[in-house]
C-alpha cells in the first residue's frame, strides 16, 4: 500500500515562513515524481512546486517562484517545501502528491495517483 505522510503547516504571521514536509512509503524503491499544491477558499486546486526523485528536476509555477523551494532526498522519496514572506493570500490547504512515473515534471493533478491528507496554512 503505498501512502503519503505530511508534516509541518498551521498559523503564521504575514511576512514569516514555514516550512512542509512529505515522505512517500511504499513504492518499492522506484523514484517517482512528487508535487505541491494547494487550494484556497473558493478556488480551485493549483499546483505549485514539483520535483522528480529520478532527475531532481524542479518546476515552480510563476505566481510563487522566489518565495517557495522544494527539495528531496531521492534515497527516501521525501520531499520539503520551505515557503517565505507569506500573505494572507498564501493561505490554504496544501496538498503532496506522487506518482510511480518519475518524469512528469508538470501540474496536472490527473497525473498523480497518490495524494496526502493536506495540511492548512493559515496567515493572519
Known amino acids: 500500500h503505498v501512502q503519503l505522510v505530511e508534516s509541518g503547516g498551521g498559523p503564521v504571521q504575514p511576512g514569516g515562513s514555514t516550512r512542509l514536509s512529505c515522505a512517500a512509503s511504499?513504492?518499492?524503491?522506484?523514484?517517482?515524481?512528487m508535487a505541491w499544491f494547494r487550494q484556497a477558499p473558493g478556488k480551485e486546486r493549483e499546483g505549485v512546486a514539483t520535483v522528480s526523485t529520478l532527475t531532481g528536476l524542479t518546476v515552480y509555477d510563476d505566481s510563487v517562484k522566489g518565495r517557495f523551494t522544494i527539495s528531496q532526498n531521492s534515497a527516501k522519496n521525501s520531499v520539503w517545501l520551505q515557503i517565505s514572506s507569506l500573505t494572507p493570500e498564501d493561505t490554504a490547504m496544501f496538498y503532496c502528491a506522487a506518482d510511480s512515473y518519475p518524469c512528469f515534471g508538470g501540474f496536472d493533478p490527473d497525473d498523480y495517483s497518490v495524494w496526502g491528507q493536506g495540511t492548512q496554512v493559515t496567515v493572519s
Open positions: 511504499g513504492f518499492s524503491g522506484r523514484k517517482v515524481s
